[in-house]
Each structure stands twice: as C-alpha cells, then as structure tokens.
C-alpha cells in the first residue's frame, strides 16, 4: 500500500520527487515542518541540498510552502485510527516508504512532539525483517545497548514496532566512538574461523545455493588459520547513518539484518565498505584496499572474503543482484595469488 495512505495531516511535502515519492512529510505548521523533517536523513550532497532548501521553505514560509508546493491526494485508511486507539493518543504522522517497498515508517507527533517512529511490515520479506529487529531489541535492550521499544502489535496480520524517538545527530561518528559500540556487541566466546558458528552458518547458505566451489575455497583458507575471533551480536547493517549520538552516547539503531551468533569484525568490515563504496564511490581495488587500511587486523583480507560470502548469502536470499560483491571477491582472491 502507497505510503500516503498512513498520513494523518493536511499539508504534505513529497520527497525526493512526487514521480517517485518515497517520504512524505507534513507541514501543517512551522512547529510540526521542523519535526517532520527529522523523518528525512540524506547523505548524498543533492539530497541535503534538497532538504535543506525545502526545510527552511516549509518552517520559515510555512504559509507560502502550503500554497506553492504540489498538492497531495490523502486516501483514507484505518490504520491511523486504529493506532490512536490502541495507544490511546491523536497522531499527526508524516511517511518514509522503504525502496524495497517492504515496510513503511512512520514518525507520530503529538502535542507538537515526537511520541516515536514506528515501523509496519508491507509484505512477507518486510515481516521477516520487522521480527528480526524486534528480537534484536529486545536482547539489547536487556543488556542495556539500545532503549526498549515503545510498543509492538500486530495489524491484519502485519506486525509493527514502535520506536522511541532518539534526540541526536546522526552519522557524525569517529573511530573511538563506533569501536565502543562494537565491544559492548562481543560475547566473551572465541573460536578459530573454522569452528566458528557464523563461518559454518555462512557456508551451509553457500552450499544451499549452490555456491560448493565458494565453500572450497573457503574452507581452505581457514583451514591454516590459528587466530580466534570473538562471538558477536551482529547488526548487520552498520554505518555511519544508523547511529546517533546522543546526550546518553552513541547508539545503533536499525537493527532489520540483525544476526544474534554473529563473527567479530563483520560489522566494522560493513561500516567502511558502506563508506568507500555509497558515499566516497570507490570499487574495485580501491575499495577492497580502503578496507585493508582502515582495519588494522592481520587476517583482514581472509575477514574481507568471509564478509563478501556473507553479502552474496544475504542479496541472493533475498533475490537482489551480487554480481558486485562477486566481482570483488575475484579481486581479492586474485590479490592473493
């Protein structure tokens, strides 16, 4: 279902485009336009150049923006009421649809305040994503590396989540401050790479689709290698746009890749591939080499080769093209020879 069907507002802005709309936030007044565009988090250069030139159009000339800016079509749908009852609130929501189209966010506002963002499955890949982030929640939440969640329900058979809203900035992160997060993610268990239950996890989804010459090559290369990496919590997703520093630290959210019996290293791995590749557009040599500098571990190369295995498991389950992680698994392995 279109993501404008779970607006709750008169006055809506369309980004990035209203061809393509994937965030639709509401301007109903210079107070709820400033909140609105917290739900929009660019990190392209047009993007920002995007929001903030309509951010400051939809606080400052809120009238005029409401006048000039294309006119939205609000169909009606039951889901914002039915929350409003459930949680016994009156909601004003603006709309972030994911490009996968598996799920939609929505930001709550009430009383001219961010009451949290909540996340509802769209289809059966979104389902499994949203039970992935809230078994993840709830375990590190436990252990106190994550707030609790707001709420959880279900709403015709589509599970959701609400989120409590987190006051940050968002992607301004350094070394010592990521590396903090990541320790409190490591168990006290280590293993060789050969007996580890990631790496085993890794090569039974190689095998399952038919992937047998990776699982080869893998396994000889772990074969010869002595080191123990440590049992980890896994995100899954880490980078620089799914942490947020706040007045209590830095904290990870967006936890949908979520892998609880997880290997040391994958998500610091994650987190400079994201970077060199999304937003400083290396590939190839260049990048693998980026990856190789920022991570200063003797077997980083063969981490790198288990992570790309992991990338090309995770892209093929969910039907997404891996030729780019194969292209740079060749790389590697020919680095090696």
Not at 11 to 21: D, E, S, T
Not at 297 to 317: A, M
């Amino acid at each position: 279902m279109n993501g404008i069907n779970y607006i709750a507002a008169k006055h809506v802005v369309v980004l990035p485009n209203k061809r393509n709309p994937k965030v639709y936030l509401a301007i109903d007044s210079p107070e709820i336009a400033r909140l609105s565009f917290k739900l929009y988090n660019p990190f392209s250069a047009k993007g920002k150049g995007l929001k903030s030139i309509t951010r400051f159009i939809c606080i400052y000339l809120n009238s005029i923006a409401k006048i000039i800016l294309p006119a939205v079509k609000i169909a009606k749908n039951d889901f914002p009421t039915y929350l409003e009852k459930e949680l016994k609130q009156n909601f004003l929501c603006s709309v972030y649809c994911a490009t996968a189209k598996d799920k939609v966010v929505l930001q709550l506002i009430t009383d001219n305040q961010i009451y949290g963002y909540l996340k509802l499955a769209q289809n059966q890949h979104g389902i499994t994503r949203l039970i992935n982030e809230r078994t993840a929640i709830l375990k590190l939440s436990s252990l106190e590396i994550v707030p609790e969640l707001r709420c959880r329900g279900n709403y015709n058979n589509h599970p959701y989540i609400v989120l409590e809203n987190l006051e940050g900035i968002i992607g301004d992160v350094d070394i010592d401050e990521y590396g903090d997060i990541l320790s409190k993610f490591k168990k006290p268990i280590k293993y060789k790479l050969k007996n580890h239950p990631r790496v085993e996890s890794i090569i039974e989804q190689l095998i399952k689709i038919d992937l047998e010459d990776a699982v080869i090559n893998l396994q000889k290369e772990i074969k010869t290698c002595d080191a123990y990496f440590h049992e980890v919590y896994e995100h899954g997703d880490f980078a620089p746009w799914n942490l947020i520093r706040t007045d209590k630290g830095l904290i990870p959210f967006d936890f949908e890749y979520f892998v609880d019996i997880g290997l040391e290293f994958m998500d610091e791995i994650k987190y400079y591939f994201q970077i060199s590749f999304l937003l400083k557009g290396l590939a190839g040599r260049a990048l693998i080499d980026a990856i190789i500098d920022a991570i200063r571990v003797d077997e980083i190369r063969l981490l790198i080769h288990i992570f790309l295995l992991k990338e090309i498991v995770l892209k093929t389950n969910d039907g997404d093209a891996c030729n780019f992680e194969k292209q740079l698994l060749l790389i590697l392995l020919d680095g090696k020879a």
